[in-house]
Structure formats: C-alpha cells, structure tokens
C-alpha cells in the first residue's frame, strides 16, 4: 500500500510514525518482481522539465555560491546543452574537487561541478522512488522518513521485543564495514543496476557517474563521498547483503545505517556462528570487508555504542567523545544557533543533567 504513493506524499498509514507498523513493515520487505520498465526512463531523466525540477532541488541552500551564480546566469541555455548532450550521449561526467572534514574523525570528501550535480540530482529523482520500495524497512541511512533518530527508536524497539520487555538477556552483534565508500566495486554495482533497470541509455550514464571517480590506487574500486547518487548507489549494493540476511540467514531482528549494522538474539552461541557466513557474504560477493577491530557481540545492559549513542536496556546516553567535542565546541561563546543544535542532539536521549550544564 505505502508503495503505490510517492515517497514525499502523507499516507494514512504513516500518522503514527513507528507505532503499529507491522503490516506495513511485512508489505515494504516483501519481494517485489520485475524491473524498471525500459519504456521512457532514460527520457524521463534527461527531459527538460526534469532538468528544471532537479535544478530548483539543487538550489536549495546554494544560491549564493560562486559556482552556482555562474551556472544561473545562462540557466536555460546550460539546461539545455546538457539536455542535448544527455540525448546525443555526448555528456562527460567532469573532475572533482576534493577536500577535507572533519566529521568527527578526517574524511576525504570529492565535489562535482554544478553540471554535474544536476545530473545526479534528475537521476536520483527519477530513480529513487523504484529503488526505496526494494529496500527493506530496516536499512535507515540517506532515505525519507528514515534517518538516525529512527534508527535509534527501532535499536530500542528491537531490545524490547528480543529481551521480552527487559526480562531476558539479550546479545547484540555489532558490526562496521571497513572504507566503505571507499570499497565499492564498480563492475559489482552495475551488475546489480542491471538486474534492475532494463534500458541501455540510463545504465550508461549511470555507468559515466560511476566511473568518474576510483579510489587512491584503486581503479574501479570506490564511490565518492559527496554525489547525491552515492547515497542511493551504496544503498541499492547494501541490499544484497540486507536481502542476504533476512532471506538466507533468516534475522529477524537487524538494524542497518550505512556500513553500521546490529543484529538481536538471546542465543550468544548463535551471535558467534553467523559472523562467518556474513562476513563471507561481503567478501565473495560484495568485495567487502568487516572491520576486525570494530566487531563486537555484547548485551545490553552492559551498553551498546550506536550511531554517536550507548544504549541501555531503558535509557541512552551520548557517547563520551561526542560530549568532550560538543564541550570543547561550547566552550568559545558559541553562536545561538550552534547551542539550539546541540541541545537538539541531547533531546533525543537521556541528557538532563547534560542539559542542565550546557545551559549554566
């Protein structure tokens, strides 16, 4: 039901997010059939009036960067060269530009040039909602009405159901996928588009996207961290391994964002005796690799650290070096709106006491 609308649409069955769901959950994580329609798609991303919706989307929040202005002042006239050139299957995706942040820890983050970034913005438009109805309820990083903070409540939900509301001993296996980004396998991710879409045209831009950027000393390995379609690319290659492991393992109980997953049992033994074939899953099919220094199967009365957060059987607490960065951030007579988004954060935990000396 929830897939016949589009994404950005209010369903009926949404007004009580997280609540009652489980209908809709067994809907979203059945098996659709088929694959998109080779009819009209490519022409669908590279029209016109897609163009122009995928530009005021961009526009958001950039309107006055240099880049943009330049590009805005020959708007139709740039629109519409990339238009011909996407038609003409002349288009060629550009350099980027790299630099780095610190998010907390160093990444090394790649930007496209506005031509560019409008393409991968029609593509994700067009795209986006077929993909999202293929992914399961339990994947939770870069899509709609999803994100951390429901990742959190579901890591919550799912202590509650496996432990009998607390009354049980619960195991967590922990897992984080080693250079994520950075270990995509071009030549594995087309194969996986291609079991989707049928038409030629738009697994060749997609396949220009892709190969446009490769890791250092890597050729054909790597996505960057910067594209819009990196986002939805990482996810379409991590539903195998979702599908993988509500299929072929049977969990029930897992929650994935990004290369962070949790898997649920009250069995430790059987914690232990599947990392194997999921570890070797991401290996021989996927090329990718589990952190061994970031494994871990533990309960949860002893805390499990997840997504910036150490999670107890009835409260939450921020973990200890994103307080020490949150302090040393307020320390220098921080601007009103860096406050509001740090008492924003502890909102979604256990902080009063926290609260409290941030706003002495």
């Known amino acids: 039901m929830r897939n016949n609308i589009h994404p950005n649409q209010i369903s009926f069955f949404d007004s009580r997010e997280d609540r009652g769901s489980f209908t809709r959950e067994r809907e979203r994580e059945r098996e659709r059939v088929g694959s998109i329609p080779r009819c009209h798609i490519y022409d669908n991303i590279i029209s016109i009036e897609n163009l122009l919706d995928a530009w005021r989307e961009f526009l958001c929040g950039k309107r006055k960067r240099k880049d943009v202005e330049e590009f805005s002042l020959y708007l139709m006239d740039n629109i519409i060269l990339l238009h011909q050139d996407l038609k003409n299957k002349a288009y060629r995706h550009g350099p980027y530009q790299a630099f780095k942040i610190n998010d907390p820890k160093p990444r090394d983050i790649h930007k496209a040039s506005v ?82 879409i049928e038409d030629n ?82 290996e021989t099919r996927l090329k990718l690799s589990i952190h061994p220094d970031k494994v871990s199967i533990k309960t949860i009365a002893s805390g499990i650290d997840f997504l910036g ?49 941030i706003l002495k």
């Open 309 to 357: 957060w150490v999670h107890f059987p009835h409260h939450r607490v921020l973990r200890t070096s994103t307080k020490k960065r949150m302090f040393k951030k307020l320390s220098g007579n921080p601007s009103k709106e860096t406050m509001a988004s740090y008492l924003g954060l502890i909102g979604h935990g256990d902080s009063y006491k926290l609260r409290e000396k």
């Open 115 to 196: 031509r560019d970034r409008m393409v991968h913005h029609a593509i994700y438009r067009i795209l986006y909602p077929y993909f999202d109805s293929k992914f399961i309820f339990d994947s939770f990083s870069c899509r709609k009405e999803k994100g951390t903070h429901r990742a959190m409540n579901r890591f919550q939900e799912y202590a509650r159901k496996v432990s009998c509301n607390h009354t049980k001993t619960v195991w967590v296996l922990k897992c984080d996928i080693r250079k994520f980004f950075a270990s995509i396998d071009h030549e594995i991710l087309i194969g996986i588009l291609r079991k989707h």
């Open 201 to 282: 045209n738009t697994i060749w831009v997609l396949r220009e996207i892709i190969e446009s950027f490769h890791s250092k000393n890597n050729f054909g390995i790597g996505l960057p961290l910067g594209n819009l379609t990196s986002q939805i690319l990482v996810n379409i290659y991590m539903n195998e391994f979702d599908h993988f492991l509500k299929r072929e393992l049977k969990i029930k109980y897992c929650v994935r964002y990004a290369d962070d997953f949790v898997i649920f049992d009250k069995d430790k033994k059987y914690l232990e005796n599947i990392l194997s074939p999921i570890s070797q899953f991401l």
